[in-house]
């Protein structure tokens, strides 16, 4: 199997584990917060059926992924009933569980890797080779050692997941930081925020990228150099 398609393979994969943890962490912060309505529908679970939306896991990946690792895609909204929530702010709160519990999974796998760079022979020298690796940069692989794979599927789904969590961050009506951004508006700004909410996509599709990057940046970042120094 080519490198390149193998890379993909590994991105499309790890996106769709990490959709299921947002919604999933969503789903259980709502139901632990006095909502059961994405329980009770079945979404409470790490089965990709029941969070599968076909344009965010599918048609708008596959647009993208054959020219960058930056891919970015979504599950089907986690319903919510904010009548429910036995806390004013409930609501914020199980919204804010998605990026949340991606961040804490790429701390996870960021630990992992230390252990296995300090344990498991030849890990430490190609550890640099799994970071460019997962920029899709050209790496020789004739004499990489056996836990190589598990090095780079570890270091893609740091990179999937900080990804992923900064993009529903972005304040805007159809993510989770419009969700969030909508509880500290005063009402007439809530109202309007929500208006011209297709205006806003609008312009987010050209400028959005750009937002996510000056984030995404810096954060990747500071993973990759915590990884090479402890």
């Given amino acids: ?27 259980w912060a709502a139901n632990k917060l006095g909502d059961p309505t994405a329980r009770m529908l079945g979404r409470m ?3 990709p059926a029941a969070h599968f939306d076909l ?7 596959l647009l993208y992924i054959w020219r960058s690792p930056m891919v970015l895609g979504w599950g089907k909204p986690v319903p919510m009933t904010w009548r429910n929530f036995s806390k004013k702010n409930g609501e914020m709160l199980a919204t804010l569980a998605g990026p949340a519990a991606q961040l804490g999974t790429a701390i996870v796998c960021l630990i992992v890797l230390v252990i296995l760079k300090h344990t498991v022979a030849g890990a430490a020298d190609s550890l640099v080779d ?3 690796l997962t920029m899709r940069a050209p790496v020789d692989t004739t004499a990489l050692p056996g836990v190589f794979p598990v090095l780079l599927l570890l270091d893609i789904a740091i990179f999937v997941n900080l990804l992923l969590a900064i993009f529903n961050l972005v ?9 969030i951004l909508v509880h500290f508006l005063p009402y007439d700004a809530a109202k309007a925020f929500e208006q011209y909410g297709l205006y806003i996509m609008i312009a987010f599709f ?14 990747f970042t500071i993973f990759q150099r915590l990884l090479l120094s402890l």
Avoid: R, Y
């Fill in 130 to 132: 799994a970071l460019v």
């Fill in 45 to 47: 679970t790490m089965n």
């Fill in 55 to 61: 344009f965010g896991m599918v048609i708008w990946p």
């Fill in 206 to 219: 050209f400028f959005g990228f750009t937002i996510i990057m000056a984030v995404f940046s810096p954060v």
């Fill in 171 to 179: 304040p805007i009506p159809f993510l989770d930081g419009g969700k």
């Fill in 1 to 27: 199997m080519p490198l390149n398609v193998a890379l993909i393979i590994f991105e499309l994969v790890l996106m769709v584990l990490a959709i299921c943890i947002h919604d999933c962490a969503q789903a």
